[in-house]
């Protein structure tokens, strides 16, 4: 399943969200030459293991909101902590996503490698194993 790619079409179809740089893994090396701009990444970051004949599973997700200055980041991360926990059960592209859960909330720094402000934090989501229509 693939969560990181449903949630990132449920955050593109937010008009709430103020930018369409939605990514999955990490920053492009082109994007991360330029001028810092709003820009989410989301990438799969493990997560605990479920029994073997359950049909469900959690995926831990880690979200980075870059921004071209901390308010920025900040602001991008509340918006996107807004969409994500307020998701009720719901199907996009085949996953079917049972609930979303911050387990870590924004946290602020400047990010090592791009040297862009950041505000980063962590959701589990709990979705089916099996595809769903």
Request: aromatic letters at 6%.
């Amino acid at each position: 399943m693939d969560v990181v790619g449903a949630l990132i079409a449920i955050l593109k179809a937010d008009p709430a969200v103020p930018t369409d740089n939605i990514l999955g893994g990490t920053l492009p090396r082109d994007i991360n030459k330029s001028l810092p701009e709003m820009t989410v990444v989301l990438r799969r970051a493990g997560g605990p293991q479920a029994a073997s004949y359950q049909e469900w599973s959690n995926k831990r997700v880690d979200v980075d909101c870059f921004g071209a200055d901390d308010k920025e980041a900040s602001d991008l991360w509340d918006v996107v902590y807004a969409t994500l926990r307020q998701l009720r059960r719901t199907v996009q592209d085949g996953v079917l996503i049972h609930r979303c859960d911050c387990t870590a909330d924004g946290t602020s720094f400047v990010d090592p490698v791009a040297t862009w402000p950041i505000c980063a934090g962590t959701f589990m989501v709990t979705v089916a194993d099996i595809a769903a229509a």
